[in-house]
Each structure stands twice: as structure tokens, then as C-alpha cells.
């Protein structure tokens, strides 16, 4: 008599319903996702699609006692999950799991603390090493299921941090919730009924609504599950599951290897510039080349740019009009910070894309594709009206695994994106909050310092 291995969605259930020990470092990665995902919230809180969202659960009538991050209105649990979750990704200032290109924190985050809040209000905090806990569970599942997918998800169009950050979060809300490994399973099943998210909707408002649906979403299907809503059995591995409608060929080994050994958390790296991660080598070279200066940019008459093949992919976007669309834009991104120096912000706004010297200079852009650089390097090559040459290389990008930024950096870069929004909050108070979470009695108590008063 045989015994049939377990599939990969009863062994998911079973380490989220009991997972080990988390590791030290694992602890910290955690700590610091939440810190960066809590900034790229405030950050994105003020923009226009945020705005609609936030009238429109306006018109819901709802129960108004979660935080929106960043804003003095409140939404009931799901839409305060979903508002905080697009306004976390919206800039792309977010976290960026490596090789997968996840942006994991955004749809996980904002569920797990919309529900911990909703339990607070109900007089059953939850403690802020459980709310961690659940968090880095939500990460991790979100990582390896990218690993799983592979490039050919994100090449089919799928916008793969909405399609696989749903089943994170609703798996690290189901931690929260404490749900026995049967009903977690009912929980991916019920967050593959509503997984979605194209990257034709990249630089639109709607890519937005994509990633705030994984969060309302998966914190839906916990819910659901939590009170007896059914799902298929292999929502994940079944002949027309998550791998066979989504991906190519899926690797579901990538899924359960080493799980609770190994930790793809401990590959999240987090950006200094608010734009497509492949883009991180290319600002950098090019502000290099800017602080070096020695040439007028006008008698530049090309600019080759070399990079693995996912840089021309993603980012070659000519003639884009918003800065949303600029954020995945290789021509802006290197004519703002070649010419002026800059990567901020208001490098990547709608009146820096409407520049008619910039978009100009976009024009001189040219790719070459290399398979052999690493997604975190890229070389920027400057040819003048002379014959000139001038080139610089960047191996491995600042906030990359290589060269990850500092636990003050992260909290720089949330100090920055409460000042460029123009909100009063005691900055020092919150990084605290969150640095110390593991500490706290209630872990979604840290949101109120995050509310404008």
C-alpha cells in the first residue's frame, strides 16, 4: 500500500496553520518590508486615484473604523485594506522581491493590518509578534509563488504582483485568523476566484485597483473561509488550478522547497527611487555621470543603454504623458537624472514628463539587450556630436542584494515621502512603533500615528 504525497496546497495550509520559529533575520526582513511598506503608503496616499477610491467607499456607507494610511478618513475593513494596498504600490517605491520582481509587502501588508485593526476595534488585539508573524508568512507564500510562476507568467501579461500577492494575503490573514489547515485551503481557493492583474494596466490607474483587489481580496477569502466557504480542493495544482490557467510551465517545487528552512523574504530589497526596479542601475549610472559632469548635454546625439533583456522589455516606453507611466519608462528615467540630477518624486510627476527638454532628450535613446548583466546592473554609454564617448557601469545597484539599504536609509526614505506629501506626523514615533513592533500588545496600533490629525 501506497501513500500519496501531500500537495502543495495541504503543505502551504500546514506550515501557515503551524509554521516554526521564525529566525532572527527573518524577524528583521520582516520588520523592515513593513517599515518601507508603510512609508510607500504615506507616500502614495495624496495621489488622484487614491482620491476616487476613497469617495467612492465613501458612497458605501459602510463601517468607517479602519485607518487609511496617511489620511483622515476612515473605510471599513475590505476597502481600507484595498485603498492602502494600491496607494502602497502606486509609485513603485515599493519592495521588489529578487529574481521574481514581486512587489510582496503591498498586497500583504495592508490585509493582514486592516484585519488586526478590525480585531483591536473588537477588543482582541492582536499581538504585534503575531501580527509579524503572519506578515513575513504572507511574504514568503507571495515570493515563492512568483518563484513557481516564472517569467512566463509576467510575459502572458499577468501582473504578478496581484496574482500572487492575493494568495499571500489571504493566507496571512488566515494565520491571523487562526484557520485549521482544511480551511486554509479553502482560503487559496476562494483567492483564486478572484485573482487578476494585467500589466497592460502598468502606468494607469488601474494597475492600482489590481493590487488593492489582492489585498481586499485575500482578506475576503480568509474571511469567507473562516466562516465555512468552501473551495476546490487544488486550487494551485488542480487541471484547470492557478498554474494551469496562469502560468506556462509551472515549477510547484519552487513552491514547497525548503519551506521554513530557506527564506525568499531574505531576497526583498527596497528601492531609493521611485520606479521599476530595473531601472535602479540605470539612475544610478546616470546621476553618476551628471555629478561628474565634463559635457553639455547638447552635443549628446545618443544614448546607448545596456541591460538585461527584462530592462528593454519593462521599461522601453517612448513618448509616455503621465507620471505614472514614467515610473516604468527607461527615456525619462534617464533624461531627468542625467540632465537634472534628479530621481525623486517629482522627478517621476506629470509636470516632469510634460518638460519639452526632456522629452526631447528621451529621443536620443537607444537598448541593447545583454543577457549576461544581473537585473541590478546596467551600463549607460553617452555618444557626442565628436565621436566622444563617455560610459558608466553599475554592476549592482544601490537597494539591491548586493548592496541593500541600511535601516536608516529606510527610515530616511519614509521621512522623505511624509514631507514630500506635506503631512505633520511624528515621524521618530512611528519608525519606533514599527521597529519595536514585536514588542507591542497591539500590532496595528502603530496605524494611529499615521493619521494626520
Known amino acids: 500500500m ?7 496546497e495541504e503543505v502551504l495550509a500546514d506550515f501557515v496553520s503551524a509554521p516554526p520559529a521564525l529566525p532572527k533575520e527573518v524577524r ?12 510607500t503608503t504615506i507616500g502614495g496616499s495624496g495621489e488622484t486615484a487614491i482620491d476616487r477610491l476613497v469617495e467612492l467607499s465613501a458612497e458605501f456607507g459602510g463601517a468607517d473604523g479602519s485607518t487609511l494610511v ?9 476597502w481600507a485594506a484595498s485603498i492602502n494596498a494600491a496607494a502602497a504600490n502606486i509609485f513603485d517605491f515599493d519592495d521588489t522581491h529578487i529574481p521574481t520582481v514581486v512587489h510582496p509587502s503591498a498586497p500583504v501588508g495592508p490585509a493582514v493590518l486592516a484585519l488586526a485593526e478590525a480585531r483591536a476595534a473588537l477588543g482582541r488585539p492582536v499581538s504585534g509578534a503575531t501580527l509579524l508573524e503572519a506578515f513575513v508568512l504572507g511574504v514568503e507564500i507571495t515570493c515563492r509563488l512568483g518563484l513557481a510562476a516564472g ?13 500572487a500577492g492575493i494568495f499571500g494575503a489571504a493566507l496571512a490573514c488566515g494565520r491571523l485568523l487562526e484557520l485549521p489547515p482544511p480551511a486554509l485551503v479553502d482560503a487559496i481557493g476562494n483567492a483564486l476566484a478572484q485573482a487578476a492583474g494585467s500589466v ?3 502606468g494607469t490607474m488601474s494597475k492600482s485597483l489590481g493590487v488593492g483587489q489582492a489585498a481586499r481580496g485575500g482578506l475576503l477569502a480568509a474571511l469567507l473561509a473562516e466562516r465555512g466557504y468552501t473551495g476546490p480542493r487544488h486550487p494551485l495544482t488542480g487541471a484547470r488550478g492557478f498554474f494551469s490557467l496562469y502560468c506556462d510551465h509551472a515549477d510547484a517545487a519552487s513552491l514547497t522547497e525548503g519551506l521554513g528552512r530557506s527564506w525568499e523574504i531574505l531576497n526583498n530589497t527596497f528601492k531609493p527611487y521611485p520606479c521599476g526596479v530595473v531601472l535602479n542601475p540605470v539612475i544610478e549610472a546616470c546621476l553618476a555621470l551628471n555629478a561628474e559632469g565634463g559635457f553639455d548635454a547638447r552635443d549628446i546625439v545618443e544614448v546607448e543603454l545596456t541591460g538585461h533583456p527584462l530592462l528593454r522589455q519593462r521599461t522601453d516606453r517612448p513618448g509616455v504623458t503621465s507620471g505614472r507611466l514614467a515610473q516604468v519608462c527607461a527615456q525619462h528615467a534617464v533624461a531627468v537624472s542625467l540632465l537634472h540630477g534628479k530621481a525623486d518624486l517629482d522627478a517621476f510627476s506629470d509636470e516632469s514628463v510634460a518638460d519639452p527638454v ?16 544581473a537585473l541590478e546592473s546596467a551600463r549607460v554609454l553617452l555618444r557626442f556630436a565628436d565621436g566622444r564617448e563617455i ?7 544601490k537597494g539591491g542584494l548586493a548592496r541593500p539599504m541600511s535601516d536608516a536609509e529606510l527610515a530616511a526614505k519614509l521621512a522623505a515621502q511624509v514631507e514630500w506629501r506635506g503631512l505633520q506626523l511624528d515621524v521618530g514615533r512611528l519608525v519606533a512603533a514599527i521597529e519595536s513592533i514585536e514588542d507591542a500588545e497591539d500590532g496595528a496600533a502603530f496605524l494611529a500615528l499615521t493619521r494626520p490629525q
Open 200 to 202: 497592460e494596466t502598468l
Open 28 to 39: 528583521a526582513a520582516g520588520r523592515r518590508s513593513l517599515l518601507n511598506m508603510v512609508g
Open 391 to 397: 560610459a558608466r557601469t553599475v554592476d549592482a545597484a
Open 2 to 8: 501506497t501513500t500519496s504525497q501531500p500537495v502543495a
Open 70 to 78: 496617511g489620511r483622515r478618513e476612515r473605510a471599513d475593513m475590505l
Open 358 to 373: 526632456l522629452r526631447a532628450f528621451a529621443a536620443r535613446l537607444r537598448f541593447r539587450d545583454d543577457p549576461t548583466y
Open 151 to 163: 517569467e512566463a507568467h509576467y510575459a502572458r501579461g499577468w501582473h504578478i504582483t496581484s496574482t
